[in-house]
Structures are given as structure tokens and as C-alpha cells.
């Protein structure tokens, strides 16, 4: 059974604060992603790769003006953010935010329980946030301190991986998770996403830039995406390809 389906799905972005017009970056992207399969999106700076991350979590400040997204049959697109998430929907962003005054045990536990619609058990909730970060090789003090807040890049992608663990959705959304990370923190990211690629109904969209990721997280699929929309499909030989070829050949393309 699919689990997440996007068919002709057009977006663009809030430029109103600048006083233009809404400025299109997406342009009829087709993608579906089935139980146990893991999508990899590469391409250029510039490609519409977040857009497409973010307008699926649904972010505000992305307008989709065509298409639909679905979840096991649902309309996603005429769900709130939260609705999202607790229909299975997580996205590990690019640049974690800060959240100030909020420890990560309370804003753990605050998001479990407002996706299962009851509060974990105190008995065990301790151990499985404690467990998690061990699994990342993340001090557990680090359950204390506000969210993000004082973190590494590499402490904030561990986190997210964390959240990951804790919160188990059915379709996780990576953005760049490998962006800024040096080699011993990519294989522990690397390593959490394979435990939850384990599970044989959950689906992994994976957005990045490099090959160096893919070294770690095998794709069953990869997308070349260019100008807001994808330009190639193929297998894991496609990045392969990508990384001896670069991209100039698409942009050229799609110019």
C-alpha cells in the first residue's frame, strides 16, 4: 500500500513581504513513496528540494496552487501542521530551530503525546528518551537544556534523529540532515535513520546535495530534481552517476 503519494503538486513562495507577487519554485512535482522504501532528492542549489519538504509539513510561508498530497488515502494538504504530524508525518529540518525555556524532555514528551493523544508512562518514558540518545552518542544531560539551544550542528542533527526515534512516524522528511556534519557524526545520523528504515511499513524521503550520505543510508530510489520539478529517476547508480557527472547537464536542460 502507498503511504505517501504527491501527484502535480505546484507551489510557490510568499514574497510579500517584499512586496512582489508569490514567486513559483515548484512546477508539477510526481512522487510516491511506498512502505519500506527510501527516496533520495538530489540536485542544485536553488532546485526547490526544501520547498518540497516544507510544503508538505505545511509550512505558511509555501502556497500550493495545484496538485495533492496524500497519506494512506488522507488529504494532507487540508490538514494543520500538527494534523500532519499526528498522521504520521515528520520532517527533520535543515537548520533546527532554538526554542528557548523549553527542555528537550518536556518538548519530547509534550510532542508524543499530542501524536498518540495520551502521555507515555513516566516509568518507562525516562529510559526510552535516555536510550535514544545513547544510540546517537548524546550525552544525556542534554535532556535538561532547552531545545537546541547552545547545541553543535552536529548535537542538533543527533537531536533530530532523537525525535525521530522517540516519535516513530510512518514517512520521515530529511532536509540535508547531512549538512554540516563531519564523518563520525554522519555514520551515528546515518545509523539512526537505518533503525527506523528497519521497520518494514515506514518510508524515508531523503533530501540532500552529496553522495557522501548515500555511502551510509542505501535509497531504493533517486530523484534528480531541477527547476521545481524531477528531470530523472533512477536507482542507487544514479547518484553514483551524479557524482561522477555533476548537474550542469539538467540545468542546461531545463534553461
Known amino acids: 500500500m502507498s503511504i505517501l503519494e504527491i501527484r502535480d503538486l505546484h507551489v510557490s513562495v510568499d514574497a510579500s513581504d517584499r512586496g512582489d507577487e508569490p514567486i513559483p519554485i515548484l512546477n508539477g512535482v510526481d512522487l510516491t513513496i511506498k512502505a519500506g522504501q527510501t527516496h533520495a532528492i538530489m540536485g542544485p542549489n536553488g532546485s526547490g528540494k526544501s520547498t ?3 510544503s508538505i509539513a505545511g509550512h505558511p510561508k509555501y502556497q500550493v496552487t495545484a496538485g495533492t498530497v496524500t497519506l494512506d488515502g488522507a488529504d494532507v494538504l487540508s490538514m494543520s501542521v500538527d494534523e500532519r504530524a499526528r498522521a504520521g508525518l ?6 533546527p530551530v532554538e526554542v528557548p525555556g523549553v527542555s528537550v524532555s518536556n518538548f519530547l514528551r509534550t510532542a508524543k503525546t499530542a501524536i498518540d493523544g495520551q502521555p507515555p508512562k513516566l516509568r518507562t518514558w525516562v529510559k526510552d528518551v535516555n536510550t535514544a540518545m545513547e544510540r546517537v552518542k548524546m550525552d544525556t544531560a542534554f535532556s535538561t537544556r532547552s531545545v537546541n539551544e547552545g547545541f553543535s ?3 542538533k542533527k543527533r537531536h533530530e534523529i532523537v525525535q525521530l526515534e522517540v516519535l516513530n512516524p510512518k514517512v520521515a522528511i530529511l ?5 554540516g556534519l563531519d564523518i563520525d557524526a554522519l555514520k551515528v545520523v546515518a545509523g539512526g535513520v537505518n533503525r527506523f528504515r528497519e521497520q518494514e511499513d515506514r518510508g524515508v524521503l531523503l533530501i540532500t546535495h552529496y553522495t557522501r550520505i548515500l555511502r551510509y543510508i542505501k535509497p531504493d530510489f533517486v530523484h534528480v530534481f531541477v527547476g521545481g520539478r524531477i528531470a530523472e529517476e533512477g536507482g542507487p547508480e544514479l547518484a553514483d552517476r551524479l557524482e561522477a557527472e555533476g548537474y550542469d547537464r539538467y540545468v542546461a536542460a531545463a534553461s
Open 52 to 54: 518540497l519538504a516544507y
Open 90 to 95: 515528520f520532517l527533520a529540518m535543515q537548520y
Open 153 to 155: 550542528g552536529g548535537e
Open 175 to 179: 532536509d540535508e540532515t547531512d549538512s
